[in-house]
């Protein structure tokens, strides 16, 4: 799979981060990549990095959100900023480098929980 960074999106995310309030998440350990020939059905993607590299080798928790080019890019402004959102959402708010699942006892990822978030911002 090729893939590059994708200044553009982390402007987007940059945006989103202090609009939706998201104080939790550290923008500088947020990084973006667009790819190519990814073999997925996700217009998105969002990896966190596990706690074992915090505790073995000292590292700052970090996020990739990847979007897939093929898909991502065909979509609408609104469908790529509510596709930015649900990303977001998967980070909790301890920012430990895991990520939080669709369904949780006290969350929930899906498209109203995005819709309502989107209702929120200014413009971008």
Same mark, same amino acid.
């Not at 000292?58 to 065909?74: H, M, Q, R, S, T």
């Not at 895991?98 to 949780?104: F, I, N, P, T, V």
């Given at each position: 799979?090729?893939?590059?960074?994708?200044?553009?999106?982390?402007? %987007? /995310?940059?945006?989103?981060?202090?609009?939706? *309030?998201?104080?939790?998440i $550290?923008?500088?350990?947020?990084?973006? &990549?667009?790819s190519?020939?990814?073999?997925?059905?996700?217009?998105?993607?969002?990896?966190g990095?596990?706690?074992?590299?915090?505790?073995?080798?000292?590292?700052?928790?970090?996020? %990739? /959100?990847?979007?897939?080019?093929?898909?991502? *890019?065909?979509?609408?402004? $609104?469908?790529?900023?509510?596709?930015? &959102?649900?990303?977001?959402?998967?980070?909790?708010?301890?920012?430990?480098?895991?990520?939080?699942?669709?369904?949780?006892?006290?969350?929930?990822?899906?498209?109203?929980?995005?819709?309502?978030?989107?209702?929120?911002l200014?413009?971008l």
């Open positions: 799979m090729k893939y590059q960074k994708a200044p553009d999106v982390k402007k %987007i /995310i940059d945006l989103l981060i202090a609009q939706l *309030d998201f104080f939790h $550290k923008k500088r350990n947020v990084h973006c &990549i667009r190519f020939d990814a073999k997925t059905r996700a217009f998105a993607r969002i990896w990095m596990a706690k074992l590299f915090k505790e073995v080798a000292g590292l700052e928790p970090n996020y %990739i /959100i990847e979007v897939n080019a093929k898909k991502f *890019d065909k979509l609408s402004e $609104k469908d790529q900023v509510k596709t930015l &959102i649900h990303e977001l959402m998967h980070i909790p708010k301890t920012f430990s480098g895991a990520l939080l699942s669709h369904r949780g006892p006290h969350h929930r990822i899906n498209d109203r929980e995005v819709e309502k978030l989107l209702k929120t200014k413009r």
